[in-house]
């Protein structure tokens, strides 16, 4: 196992770091001090619809829709929210049962009963979006609702991650009457339950959120709106910050921001540096004729320099990543480092003259140039000068908005290309599952029999989750031999904001998904 220092380089969680800025307090654009709290994101949603999105989408669903489970601050387990009490009734984990609570509404004022959760869930797989999160239903037969507030989930094997599954704001509750049995919703309105209601909305530009009073669940709201602004750069995001147009900066901040604010010492600016499960990684497609080939990809392997990638490109404030299931995770190993080592042109050159490649391969590299940061595009430059530096590849680099991006994987347009992963729940089983199968999120088919047909649903029927190690290391080792899937690196998480705003610690759930409602202002305590 590698141990070079600075691959091992940990900043130690913080509440608060003191940075630099202006002087005076934050006060978001409201000289009370009592207007909304305003977060500032480089993820905006693709869709306002939950059956439409797998992505960061989610963190607008968190906050405005409900799920039966989620996690109160704290949780590492799915608690009840929308639900009064859930559990499976057999102890095969094949039948799960939750029984909502009582006189639940829609923010609209419409009921939510055991039939607008049958809706929600039964539409995800009827409408199986491009791009959507109906993968994520694979165990589930059917939903039963029994009454107004019981519903009964009937799963096709044993699946003891399924709550799991249900926590995912992919299973956000929607209105009947305004979310189609078999169609996306279209417009820019939404009525969820969840503890914010959405006001208003402008694509790419930002979502305001008021108190929603029909609420009922565990969110303990410490503030009673928030706008949430959307930023096409780190840079733009970080000079609102400092300029005082926003209060809180989350999802994309780059290496050199963090750092800079890391550096400075004043007392206007606070950093919040947490343990993070967000993986970067490369997707070969099996249907280019040079990325289909495995020597190619385990060139490729044998040749990133994690190291350099996170060192030169990030700051070291990411790590480098040698699984697809990244630190602190159960089962989480090191199979690309085991089998491939330190970079080795060498090594690689060996693969490929076995296989009788000779000649420089040539290889597209795709990347989105507004999801995963402002880094994407030097990561890539940095890709390809190890690559091409080798000798044994031509690399040419495109690049698309995520949009029209995730429409281009979708239809298999690109040889290779980069996706991150910012987890649907903290398990093993979800930095493995997601990504093998006929339909999974990466839009190119992965059939692994071993995988789906033994290791999946081996481990899923343990409820005990420390017992499930064996069958995902063997998973690992399994995307380690094929090298369809290369991880990249994982990142921490990262949350600046005015000295005079409290919460931001309490407000990442366990998928790193920012619960807007522990925010607030210290002056309105």
Known sequence: ????????????????????????????????????????????????????????????????FQTL??????????????????????????????????????????????????????????????GGPAGLLGSLDRVQALGDRDVVFHLNQSDATFPFVLATPAMSIVDPDDYPARSLRKDDSVYGSGPYKLQSYEDDKQAVLVRNENYQGFAKRQNDAVTIRYFQDSAGMVKALRDKQIDVTYRGLAADDILALQQHDTTDLQLVDGAGTDISYLVFNPKDPWAKEPAVRKAVAQIVDRGAIAHKVYKDTVDPLYSMVPKGLTGHATGFFDDYGDPSVPKARKILSDAGVHQRVPLTLWYTTDRYGSETALMFQELKRELEDSGLFTITLKSRPWKTYVVGYQKGEYPVFGRGWFPDFPDADNFIAPFVGEHNALGTPYPSKEITGQLLPHSRAESDRAQTVKDMEQAQQILVNDARLIPLWQGRQFVAASDDISGGEQALDPSTIMMMWTLHRKTSW
């Not at 608690?79 to 009490?85: F, I, M, T």
């Open 1 to 64: 196992m590698f141990n070079r220092n600075r691959f091992l380089r940990r900043v130690a969680a913080i509440a608060s770091i003191s940075l630099v800025a202006g002087c005076g307090l934050l006060s978001g654009g409201d000289s009370d001090g009592k207007g909304p709290i305003v977060v500032g994101t480089t993820s905006a949603p693709s869709t306002l619809d939950p059956a439409g999105a797998w992505d960061g989408s989610w963190e607008l669903y968190r906050n405005i």
């Open 69 to 130: 489970l989620a996690y109160p601050n704290g949780a590492t387990t799915p608690q009840p929210d929308a639900a009064e009490r859930c559990s499976f009734t057999d102890s095969s984990s094949r039948t799960y049962r939750c029984t909502l609570r009582a006189g639940m509404k829609f923010a609209d004022g419409d009921a939510l009963n055991a039939q607008a959760v049958k809706h929600s869930i039964d539409r995800i797989r009827a409408i199986d979006a491009p």
